[in-house]
């Protein structure tokens, strides 16, 4: 799984994670006056403790006490990773800004100034040139937002927290293995907070996985000004994650009235005649491209536009599995083709339910009968088909799609 998805955990959340982030020493952020020494006390016999686990792994003694050298408990690490877990955004504001005229202009200028990279990359690994843009684009705005936060002291504190113990420990010991192996050194180490690190945001166990020496230089340097070995760590992800060339991602397509709402669902793939016989048609009347099995994704409800998805929509959700990361990947690319905006509107009048709502939705519907399979406030599948089985219940449009007015209805 890629670094923001796997990372920050959220729902809408896939912009820029580094963005306008504050540098930091290779030896990390001393304690603030805030944070109590017993985090700190804590901290240090973790460290002690993970030392021999780290070693294990095949770091050698030498590295890690280079890379570990001065290491402290970041207490602003937690803050924001406990600020995005909770984050919330409309998808529309999130598309807004996922595909603006500014980036897409952007985006259109580094490919005619990189044509020939670009041509190279696709040729190689069978990606299009518009795609690796557009991840590029959706993740540090073409390199300009790379991040400059020592990696080391962020992922040992993660790893301490707990929250998500497990998974950051596995990205620290890979850490240390990209600088046992001498790829990069604990200085150069750099990224977001979080991990994420490079032009197109890898974590350290994606990079072993994927990373490419495509200058070859001897280097899968994904941190430096040029974004050639970038670019093609990300189609070598794309490419074994099952991307096709010439098939979309996706495409907005009309429904008809009547439409039975209870056949959408991204994991509810039928063949391209059926979705043909059930009328669904491309915004100017036409058939939709036939491109195998594919599935209708309503990520705004009934209310907002539709689509019909195919392989490649999960070749990027592989990389994020957030849908508005992956539509908003899919749109931008579109865009740097020459592709046009959506044709319906967004429901922006809507307002998203905050975490305590969403939960207190899970808790309602599941003592109506409606099994949500637990209340964390995330609107998952079980989730969708409780909201839609509810909703069919009580002779409304069951599209899934959780409102205000649906909680309202769940109140009373």
Request: contains cysteine.
């Amino acid at each position: 799984m890629h670094p923001l998805a796997s990372i920050l955990a959220v729902t809408t959340l896939a912009l820029a994670a580094c963005a306008g982030q504050a540098e930091t020493t290779a030896g990390g952020a001393m304690p603030s006056s805030a944070q109590s020494a017993a985090s700190e006390a804590g901290f240090q016999r973790w460290l002690a403790a993970f030392r021999p686990r780290a070693l294990a792994a095949g770091v050698s003694a030498k590295t890690f006490a280079e890379a570990t050298a001065g290491l402290h408990f970041d207490a602003d690490v937690i803050r924001r990773d406990r600020n995005q877990s909770e984050f919330a955004q409309p998808i529309w504001d999130y598309l807004d800004t996922a595909a603006s005229a500014t980036r897409v202009k952007t985006g259109q200028s580094e490919l005619a100034e990189r044509k020939k990279l670009f041509a190279a990359l696709e040729a190689r690994y069978g990606v299009e040139a518009e795609v690796l843009a557009a991840v590029w684009g959706m993740e540090t705005n073409f390199g300009r937002q790379r991040g400059g936060n020592a990696i080391i002291p962020s992922l040992a504190t993660l790893a301490y927290d707990g929250r998500r113990g497990e998974f950051f420990e596995k990205q620290l010991i890979a850490a240390l293995q990209i600088i046992e192996a001498r790829e990069v050194d604990a200085a150069h180490l750099v990224g977001s907070w979080a991990g994420a690190m490079g032009h197109t945001q890898f974590i350290p166990t994606s990079y072993l996985a994927y990373a490419e020496d495509f200058t070859g230089d001897g280097k899968r340097d994904i941190w430096s000004d040029n974004p050639a070995d970038a670019l093609a760590s990300t189609a070598a992800y794309l490419a074994r994650s099952g991307w096709v060339k010439g098939q979309p991602w996706g495409v907005e397509v009309i429904l008809p009235e009547g439409f039975d709402y209870a056949a959408t669902g991204k994991m509810r793939k039928r063949a391209h005649a059926d979705w043909v016989a059930m009328g669904v048609r491309l915004p100017s009347g036409a058939l939709p491209p036939d491109h195998g099995l594919a599935s209708v994704l309503l990520p705004a409800g009934a209310r907002g536009p539709a689509f019909l998805i195919y392989g490649n929509f999960f070749a990027i959700a592989a990389y994020n599995t957030a849908d508005s990361y992956v539509i908003g990947t899919g749109h931008l690319a579109d865009r740097l083709a020459g592709g046009a905006g959506f044709h319906a509107d967004w429901p922006r009048g809507t307002r998203l339910l905050g975490l305590a709502e969403r939960v207190e939705l899970q808790r309602r519907l599941t003592a109506a009968g409606f099994d949500t399979k637990g209340a964390d406030g995330k609107i998952g599948p079980n989730t969708t088909a409780a909201i839609a089985a509810f909703q069919r219940a009580r002779g409304l449009l069951a599209d899934g799609y959780a409102t205000e007015d649906l909680l309202a209805a769940l109140r009373k």
